[in-house]
C-alpha cells in the first residue's frame, strides 16, 4: 500500500481467447491469434483513453500462477507509466542471444529470470499495441505462434508462460 511504490491501484480485468476452454494460442490458427491481437489493440484503445498505461499479459498454466485453465489473458490500466529501454538494437547489433526475428520482431532473452523466458520486441518505437500497422500485426501473430509451438515442442507438452504486452 506504498504509494511510492504503485501509485494508483491498476484498473482490471480479463479477456478469454477463443470459445472452446481447451485451445492455447499456439493451438490456433495464426489467423485466430491476429483476431487476439486485435481485440487486444481494441481494449489497450478504449482504457488507454482514460489510463497512460495499459498491460496485458498472459500466465499459461499452473505452474506460473494461472488461476484459470481456460487460455485467458489480464489486462492492468493504470496511472503511472513504467519505462522500457530502447534494448533491441544493441541485440541486434550484437547478435549473439536472438532466439527468433523476423520483418517486424525480435525475440531474445532480457533479464531473464526463468531458464526459456524471453522478451519479443518491436524492430521500431511502437507505444501501443493499437499503433501497429497491420504486416506488423501479421508479423506479431506469426512470431508468437512460432515462439509459442517451440516451447510447446521444447518438452513435449503444453508449456506453462507468463507473456505481457509493455507499451
Same mark, same amino acid.
Given at each position: 500500500?506504498?504509494?511510492?511504490?504503485?501509485?494508483?491501484?491498476?484498473?482490471?480485468?480479463?479477456?478469454?481467447?477463443?470459445?472452446?476452454?481447451?485451445?492455447?494460442?499456439?493451438?490456433?490458427?495464426?489467423?485466430?491469434?491476429?483476431?487476439?491481437?486485435?481485440?487486444?489493440?481494441?481494449?489497450?484503445?478504449? !482504457?488507454?483513453?482514460?489510463?497512460?498505461?495499459?498491460?496485458?499479459?498472459?500466465? %499459461?498454466?499452473?505452474?506460473?500462477?494461472?488461476?484459470?485453465?481456460?487460455?485467458?489473458?489480464?489486462?492492468?490500466?493504470?496511472?503511472?507509466?513504467?519505462?522500457?529501454?530502447?534494448?533491441? %538494437?544493441?541485440?541486434?547489433?550484437? %547478435?549473439?542471444?536472438?532466439?527468433?526475428?523476423?520483418?517486424?520482431?525480435?525475440?531474445?532473452?532480457?533479464?531473464?529470470?526463468?531458464?526459456?523466458?524471453?522478451?519479443?520486441?518491436?524492430?521500431?518505437?511502437?507505444?501501443?499495441?493499437?499503433?501497429?500497422?497491420?504486416?506488423?500485426?501479421?508479423?506479431?501473430?506469426?512470431?508468437? %505462434?512460432?515462439? !509459442?509451438?517451440?516451447?510447446?515442442?521444447?518438452?513435449?507438452?503444453?508449456?506453462?508462460?507468463?507473456?505481457?504486452?509493455?507499451?
Amino acid at each position: 500500500n506504498d504509494p511510492a511504490l504503485q501509485p494508483d491501484a491498476p484498473e482490471r480485468g480479463v479477456m478469454c481467447f477463443h470459445p472452446w476452454s481447451d485451445i492455447t494460442l499456439p493451438l490456433m490458427s495464426t489467423p485466430e491469434v491476429r483476431n487476439v491481437i486485435d481485440r487486444w489493440a481494441d481494449v489497450m484503445s478504449d !482504457l488507454g483513453s482514460t489510463y497512460p498505461w495499459v498491460q496485458i499479459f498472459e500466465n %499459461k498454466g499452473a505452474m506460473m500462477g494461472c488461476s484459470n485453465p481456460h487460455p485467458h489473458c489480464q489486462i492492468w490500466a493504470s496511472n503511472f507509466l513504467p519505462m522500457l529501454l530502447d534494448y533491441c %538494437k544493441l541485440e541486434e547489433t550484437r %547478435k549473439e542471444r536472438v532466439v527468433l526475428g523476423n520483418e517486424h520482431w525480435l525475440v531474445v532473452p532480457y533479464w531473464a529470470v526463468w531458464p526459456f523466458q524471453t522478451l519479443l520486441l518491436p524492430r521500431r518505437h511502437v507505444i501501443r499495441l493499437q499503433d501497429l500497422t497491420s504486416s506488423e500485426r501479421d508479423s506479431l501473430a506469426s512470431i508468437m %505462434k512460432r515462439l !509459442l509451438c517451440k516451447y510447446d515442442n521444447l518438452f513435449e507438452i503444453s508449456f506453462p508462460y507468463s507473456m505481457g504486452w509493455h507499451g
